[in-house]
């Protein structure tokens, strides 16, 4: 589900050796997926359309397909509208094609990569408002669950949300915040914030709550699970401090999803210099992903 290596290392002028290194020590000594060979130094490839399948375009379709079945009173308004301004369900989108229409929304651009690349890239392409998009698609076995991120998940579930305005400057901050964190040794707090509002992410509208994290979007399962009352899942409101205290779950549903009430609160709520943050955090113990402390209100029964 996420895009960066969240195991390779907080030192900033880590090497491409280096990096894929830690990528197969993270997956226990499987070669990291992915073609590298082409990547030019910002780990940015050609997304070479005409290359793709039949057999990979129909998969493609097959899972788009899934996920509109179950994303209506599901998915928040801003992704479905973008979604189908996208216009993406005939097979697997041209990247070009996408990004001129979202630099025209939000100054946003696309770029294509091999698969997942280093921290720091990615935080430098975040801050300078590109996404980077995984070119390769899953296979049918993985049609419910994969472990890497892949075109569906960084397209489909990414995507739409990058053309809400708010949330556009939101990821571009969290890019210059990610740069930030890596001097000040606060990057494991600040990817715990980036799983549970931009993977993860729940809405509380006016029509009831609603999903807005990628990792949910592109879900099989948890598209329903997520906002279905009586499970053993947390709804807590997202206060940032306390998330980035918080430990989450990479093999199964999440324990606790916060929810923000709209996008402005997550833009406000991360504004301020996250220095002290870090400092306090350092001191405690982190919190399990199940936690519920004092005082704090589950929103579903
Ligand atoms: N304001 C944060 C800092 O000073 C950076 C940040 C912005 C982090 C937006 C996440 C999202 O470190
Ligand atoms: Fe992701």
């Known amino acids: 589900m996420d895009t960066i290596a969240t195991s390779a290392t907080a030192d900033t002028t880590v090497s491409n050796d280096d990096f894929l290194a830690a990528v197969a020590e993270k997956s226990n000594g499987a070669a990291l997926r992915g073609n590298y060979e082409k990547a030019d130094a910002q780990y940015v490839v050609e997304q070479d359309w005409d290359a793709y399948t039949e057999a990979e375009h129909e998969l493609w379709r097959k899972l788009y397909q899934r996920q509109m079945e179950l994303l209506p009173g599901r998915a928040c308004d801003e992704f479905i509208e973008a ?3 996208m216009d993406a369900s005939a097979g697997i989108p041209k990247f070009e094609r996408t990004s001129e229409e979202l630099f025209a929304a939000t100054g946003w651009r696309i770029v294509a990569v091999p698969g997942l690349i280093p921290e720091l890239t990615f935080f430098e392409h975040l801050a300078n ?3 980077p998009i995984t070119v390769w698609l899953r296979t049918p076995e993985e049609f419910n669950y994969i ?8 397209y489909f579930g990414h995507v739409p949300m990058l053309f809400n305005p708010i949330f556009a400057d939101y990821m571009q901050l969290y890019g210059k915040g990610g740069l930030k964190a890596m001097k000040l040794g606060g990057l494991d707090f600040l990817a715990r914030l980036y799983w549970y509002t931009v993977e993860f992410g729940l809405i509380n509208t ?3 709550l ?5 990792g949910i979007l592109s879900s099989g399962g948890e598209v329903e699970y997520c906002l279905k009352p009586g499970t ?11 998330c980035l205290q918080t430990l989450y779950k990479i093999d199964s549903y999440q324990e606790t999803y916060f929810f923000i009430d709209d996008f402005q609160q997550l833009f406000d709520g991360t504004a301020p210099d996250f220095t002290p943050y870090y400092e306090r955090l350092k001191q405690l113990d982190a919190l ?3 936690t519920l402390l004092p005082g704090e209100v589950e929103l579903l029964p």
């Open 83 to 85: 979604l189908h301004k």
């Open 129 to 131: 408002r590109r996404f």
């Open 147 to 154: 472990v890497e991120p892949d075109v569906f998940h960084d």
């Open 206 to 208: 006016d029509k009831g």
């Open 210 to 214: 609603r999903i807005y994290g990628a």
């Open 232 to 242: 053993t899942s947390r709804h807590i409101h997202l206060d940032i401090e306390r």
């Open 288 to 290: 399990p992903a199940n």
